[in-house]
């Protein structure tokens, strides 16, 4: 046999056991599929960059409002605010509220704001006419960008999304019905003793706005050059 078929057919080998090992170690990783951070829509118009966007709705068995899930980048000097969220072409609206305290959704300049997440900032959607698996037209309007149109996948609060994901809406449970009291039944005094008052709740206080730097859990994601 002469050294370059003898070549050949070891390059040969090589090549078909590299592939065999890529492709046991695909399906072996098939399994978890759910906790990779995958892919997710992402844009940037201007000095803002917007990442990591998702619309996540309830986990299976649950039932509750939707979230969207992003990051947003400011890259410019200037401060923006996050004047809506609107969802699917119908464009339904989500409900914002910051990490802390009340008030808009501010991007500080040179800063971020993360959506979805414990301790981040909300876009909450009560009645999202969205698909579980498909894709969704988000638009994010902010005061200096305007509107930034991301097409978002819309995915169960499942996996690597569970700590991005909405809360379950709340069972309520059955009021008690107040049981009569017995006629004609005369306190020892005399006299009726008043209820007393319940201690006032106390307010936490407002809170600053986040920026990137804040520590807390946030999607994955940083702003491309």
Do not use: H, W
Request: glycine residues 14%; aromatic residues 4%.
């Amino acid at each position: 046999m002469s050294r370059s078929l003898r070549r050949g057919i070891l390059a040969a080998t090589a090549v078909a056991f590299s592939l065999f090992t890529v492709s046991a170690c695909g399906a072996g990783n098939e399994a978890d599929t759910n906790q990779v951070r995958p892919d997710n829509a992402g844009t940037s118009v201007g000095k803002i960059k917007i990442q990591n966007v998702n619309v996540i709705t309830q986990a299976e068995g649950s039932e509750g409002p939707a979230v969207v899930s992003a990051k947003i980048f400011n890259t410019g000097g200037t401060a923006q605010t996050l004047e809506s969220v609107t969802v699917s072409p119908q464009g339904v609206k989500a409900e914002l509220s910051p990490a802390k305290g009340s008030g808009p959704v501010t991007i500080p300049a040179n800063g971020s704001v993360i959506l979805g997440g414990k301790g981040n900032a909300a876009a909450t959607l009560d009645s999202p006419e969205v698909e579980e698996g498909g894709v969704t037209p988000v638009v994010f309007t902010l005061s200096g960008t305007g509107e930034v149109e991301v097409g978002a996948l819309v995915m169960p609060a499942d996996g690597y999304y569970e700590r991005f994901g909405p809360s379950s809406q709340p069972t309520q449970s059955p009021t008690a019905s107040p049981s009569e009291t017995p006629e004609g039944t005369e306190s020892p005094s005399g006299s009726e003793t008043a209820p007393e008052s319940p201690a006032g709740d106390e307010e936490a206080g407002a809170g600053a706005q986040e920026d990137v730097a804040n520590g807390d859990e946030e999607p994955e994601g940083t702003p491309g050059d």
